[in-house]
Every structure is written in C-alpha cells, then in structure tokens.
C-alpha cells in the first residue's frame, strides 16, 4: 500500500479544494437492509395470520408497528394477528431506530454533502484533458502542487493518507484519496487522459508501483518519479519512469553550484520561477510537416523570425545537445530548449506548430 510522506507535511497552508474521502454510503445499506426486512417479515406474518387481509392492509399494519406512529388498525385482529403485532413491535423498534439514527447521521454529519462534492469533483475531473496528477501531498508533493498551480495548470492529487486528504480541503485542485499503486485510484485521476503523473511519496518500493502501475494504464505520459536512495533510481527507470530525481542530490548539487557560481543560479532560478521577469525559458517541441521540420538552424533564421534564443536542442532520438551548429537539422519531434519573452516565445510555438508552405 503506497503512503505519503505524511511525517514531513508542511506547515504552512495553501488555498485549494480537495475532492472528499471515498463515498461512505455503503455502511448506510445495512439499517435500511434490516428496516426493510423487517417490514417485509411483519407484512408476510399478517397475510399468513389474518388471511383477509389485501397485500396492501398488510404492509400498512407493518409499517405502523414498526414505526410505532398508532394510527387506526385496518381491522380487528385475531389473537394471533395481535400476538404477532407484539413481536413485531418488539422486533421492529430497534431496526427502525438504527435506520433512523443512520439516516439522521447521513444528513446532519455531512455525509450527504461530502458525497454530492465527491460526485461534483469527479464529474470536474471528468472533464479534464491534459492535466498533471501528483501522488503524495507531503511537502515535496505540496511543492510539486504550488509550482504546477503557479503556472495555471489543472492538477489531481492522489493520497492514501486521510489527514492529507483533510488537510488539503482548501487547495485549488483536486484530489483523490486512495492508494496511487491501484488501477482503479488512478483511473479516477484521470490517468487516460493527463499529460504527466509526478510520484513524489517517501517510500522507493511505493514508488516503483505506481510507476509501473501508471505506464501500464498510460504508456504515452511522462512520468517524474522521487527516488530516496541512490540505488532506486535504476529501478524507477525500468519501471518506466522518463526521469528520476533525488530530493537530496538535487538540494546537495543546487548547494554547491550557489557556493561556486551563485549569480548563474540566482539568473537560473529569476528564469525559471520569477513572474515578473521578462525571459523565460521553455521547451517547444516541433510538429511535423511545420516550417521547421526538415530545415537546418541557419534556414529558420529563428533568432531573426521570432527574437528567442536557441539554447539546447534534444533530438528525437534522444541526444542532448547544447547551444546546436547552424547547420543542424531540426525534425518533426525534436525539442528546441529556447531563451526569450512571452511574446516571442508564442512566435516561435506558432512557426514549430505552423505548415510550411510547401505543404
């Protein structure tokens, strides 16, 4: 069973809307299981001891006694219709308290309402297409959350954890509580339809789970997967993940790039994460058949034509390459990892998606 690193949850809070836990009606079936049989053990008791009696007369005598409201009976009844009414009497006021109690429990305790919002939240997530599903809430995943709402995407979160699950009534996503390693918790999500699933829990075996649960159901979405130790990462991978990462190794090579080159990790993170800088960096992804797809570097002149930077180029078959020669040639599913602004950023993305004249 996978489990959040609920050990570690952040402090602070984020504003957000969380779908509730799992429906609870089923536990509601069994008062109004044993109300009803009751109700039809009194009626089939009637008819067998006051035979002119209808079906109908019979069900209103039951449903009398046993709710004990002393209205009128419909007839005289035998010695042995009234030794039948004191059993059901006794038999029936406890099943109808239970059902009534239950019911009661149902309205006021906000069970009712907690189901309309899960109904309401997975009619919504229905509706996704496109989005990110995060699977674990503590404070990576939290991170994970703000990054990914900071930019307006739509996120569900999965949790197993109860408390997490509470915690995030307030978040501006949606969330579903179950164990990400299950078909069904994941289908809930919207795995069929999002564009990337994160795993962020603080268990690697967990990890490796939901990874090979996820790229089962979905083998075209990226999958981002935290590794705890160093050993687990190869695993990640064959279980299908696009990239692993280390939460450690990550924070102990970020420290020491501050420590050596602090200025080009301050102008990174301005890049990345600033909203109010101009430059951004961003990854387009050529289409086939656009104005980009077959020509060389030189040919689109894209510095010229759209005023954003080519920085990296990773290739369709997977090969990374920074900074690449004018005379490189870009193909359909190639990747351009490209410097500009919001405005010449929308040029270039139009020019890869575009059809060249020739076609």
Same mark, same amino acid.
Request: hydrophobic share 45%; net charge neutral.
């Given at each position: &069973? ?5 050990? !570690? /949850?952040?402090?602070? *809070? $984020?504003?957000? =809307?969380?779908?509730? #836990? ?119 995943? &939290? ?5 990914? !709402? /900071?930019?307006?995407? *739509? $996120?569900?979160? =999965?949790?197993?954890? #109860?408390?997490?699950?509470?915690r995030a009534r307030e978040l501006a ?62 695993k990640l991978t064959i279980a299908g ?48 058949? !656009?104005?980009?797809?077959? *020509? ?51 040029r270039l993305r139009a020019l890869a ?7």
């Amino acid at each position: &069973m996978t489990r959040s690193d609920s050990s !570690s /949850r952040d402090s602070d *809070a $984020i504003t957000a =809307v969380v779908v509730p #836990a799992p429906p609870t009606i089923w536990r509601y079936l069994a008062p109004v299981g044993a109300f009803f049989s009751v109700i039809l053990i009194g009626m089939t008791g009637y008819l067998l001891f006051e035979p002119e009696l209808s079906t109908l007369d019979a069900v209103y005598m039951a449903v009398i006694t046993v709710s004990t409201v002393g209205f009128k009976e419909v007839g005289e009844l035998s010695t042995a219709g009234r030794v039948w009414t004191i059993v059901l009497v006794l038999l029936g006021v406890g099943a109808f308290s239970y059902f009534v109690s239950s019911v009661t429990q149902f309205l006021v305790a906000g069970e009712l309402r907690g189901l309309l919002g899960r109904r309401r939240m997975e009619r919504e997530i229905g509706r996704m297409q496109g989005h990110y599903i995060v699977c674990g809430l503590g404070r990576t995943g &939290m991170q994970v959350v703000r990054e990914l !709402s /900071r930019e307006g995407h *739509a $996120i569900v979160v =999965v949790d197993n954890d #109860a408390s997490a699950i509470e915690r995030a009534r307030e978040l501006a996503v949606a969330a579903v509580q179950g164990d990400a390693g299950d078909n069904e918790t994941l289908k809930r999500a919207g795995i069929d339809r999002c564009v990337a699933l994160i795993t962020a829990l603080d268990d690697d075996a967990a990890n490796v789970f939901v990874v090979l649960t996820a790229r089962n159901l979905n083998e075209r979405i990226l999958i981002v997967s935290r590794a705890n130790r160093d050993e687990s990462t190869s695993k990640l991978t064959i279980a299908g993940a696009n990239r692993v990462i280390s939460p450690y190794n990550l924070a102990g090579r970020r420290m020491a790039q501050l420590a050596l080159r602090p200025n080009v990790v301050e102008f990174l993170e301005f890049v990345m994460h600033d909203q109010e800088l101009e430059l951004w960096l961003e990854e387009i992804t050529i289409a086939i058949g !656009s104005a980009l797809d077959g *020509a060389t570097i030189a040919e689109t002149s894209i510095r010229r034509e759209t005023g954003v930077n080519v920085v990296a180029l990773r290739q369709r078959s997977g090969k990374l390459m920074g900074v690449p020669a004018p005379e490189t040639r870009l193909s359909a599913g190639d990747i351009l990892v490209v410097l500009g602004n919001r405005e010449n950023l929308a040029r270039l993305r139009a020019l890869a998606n575009r059809p060249s004249v020739e076609n």
